[in-house]
């Protein structure tokens, strides 16, 4: 079992940064991929961001691209996702997901956190 904790969602005027965290536990963590999505109300689930967490490989959805950045920090078993440049577009639910490698479908993924709320303001 997997357990995913997310941290750092909150308000922020469009253009500002937050950082999400992600904290891991449980079995080999670091032999997993790690994932991001993010849900609106209304809206499917979409893919943000994903990395392995062995190899570091990274994938961005192309509407984040250049201004979110997904990494790890292996000694506290954490996700990051540093968003910046925020848009009112991207305001939603983040959630972090592990699975056997990074993908950027969300049925890849075994183990889910709770989610973390974040809002925009135009």
């Known amino acids: 079992q997997v357990q995913l904790v997310e941290s750092g969602g909150g308000l922020v005027q469009a253009g500002g940064s937050l950082r999400l965290s992600c904290a891991a536990s449980g079995r080999t963590v670091s032999t997993y991929g790690m994932g991001w999505f993010r849900q609106a109300p209304g809206k499917e689930r979409e893919f943000v961001a994903a990395i392995n967490w062995s190899g570091g490989n990274t994938y961005y959805a192309d509407s984040v691209k250049g201004r979110f950045t997904i990494s790890t920090d292996n000694a506290k078993n954490t996700v990051y996702l540093q968003m910046n440049s925020l848009k009112p577009e991207d305001q939603a639910i983040y959630y972090c997901?592990?699975?056997?490698?990074?993908?950027?479908?969300?049925?890849?993924?075994?183990?889910w956190g709770q989610g973390t709320q974040v809002t925009v303001s135009s």
């Open positions: 997901a592990a699975g056997p490698h990074g993908s950027r479908w969300y049925y890849e993924y075994f183990y």
